[in-house]
């Protein structure tokens, strides 16, 4: 595998179409709003798929009932969240099923080997709010560009729809009052911290090449890095 797009919610997925052909696509947490509202369906459809979900059984839950696992033929769920704190787990493994699994589809937790390279790129006193390296990364869009830098060591990954929580999503969440109130939170905490981040992991992985298509303030000097900001210039 030497290339990776990431799809997030934000506005800037609406970019989808500047991705050129990669090996695999990256699904982030709840994606399927998303599908059956802006013609992703097609795009993906025979293409090699993955879904990357945070601990609520939600994003998958979705996915189930609008049959997009089936009809895109969905590889792998990864759940963010570390193999040695969820594996020993008898809780998580009675219930892996419900939460997560679908037939013929396997689940995998991030491993070992992610979570050695992020604790020690990203010790955990720099982020105290996310406690790095603890129970999995508190960004499932950071976790998927760890998940293509250090699991596949790919030479490209390309993101839209990671805007840094600086723009609303793609598909508003303003009539649902209870997500609304959460992602105010999440705008207030994260964007510097995500971007902190980003350019730690791009700085540690310079034989990976990371296009970063954003709504979002960010900027990076690094060779590996090339923004397009909408709205402006990198």
Request: with cysteine; net charge neutral; charged share 25%.
């Amino acid at each position: 595998m030497n290339s990776i797009a990431v799809l997030g919610r934000g506005k800037s997925r609406s970019y989808f179409n500047m991705i050129p052909k990669v090996d695999t696509y990256v699904l982030v947490n709840e994606m399927a709003r998303e599908i059956e509202h802006n013609n992703l369906h097609d795009k993906l459809k025979g293409k090699n798929v993955i879904h990357l979900v945070n601990r609520s059984p939600q994003p998958s839950k979705e996915m189930i009932e609008a049959g997009y696992y089936k009809s895109l033929d969905v590889k792998e769920i990864w759940v963010n969240c570390y193999e040695k704190d969820m594996i020993p787990n008898k809780y998580v493994n009675s219930n892996t099923n419900r939460r997560w699994s679908v037939k013929n589809i396997p689940v995998h937790f991030l491993s070992g080997k992610i979570q050695q390279e992020v604790t020690n790129v990203f010790p955990a006193d720099e982020h105290t709010n996310w406690s790095i390296g603890n129970t999995g990364i508190p960004s499932c869009g950071m976790a998927a560009l760890v998940y293509s830098a250090v699991e596949h060591g790919v030479s490209d990954v390309y993101t839209v729809g990671i805007d840094f929580y600086e723009v609303d999503y793609s598909l508003g969440i303003e009539n649902i009052p209870e997500r609304a109130s959460m992602e105010d939170a999440r705008r207030a905490e994260k964007p510097h911290i995500m971007k902190k981040f980003l350019t730690d992991l791009a700085e540690h992985y310079p034989n990976t090449n990371f296009h970063i298509c954003t709504y979002g303030d960010y900027n990076s000097t690094l060779k590996n890095v090339n923004v397009f900001k909408i709205g402006g210039s990198k």
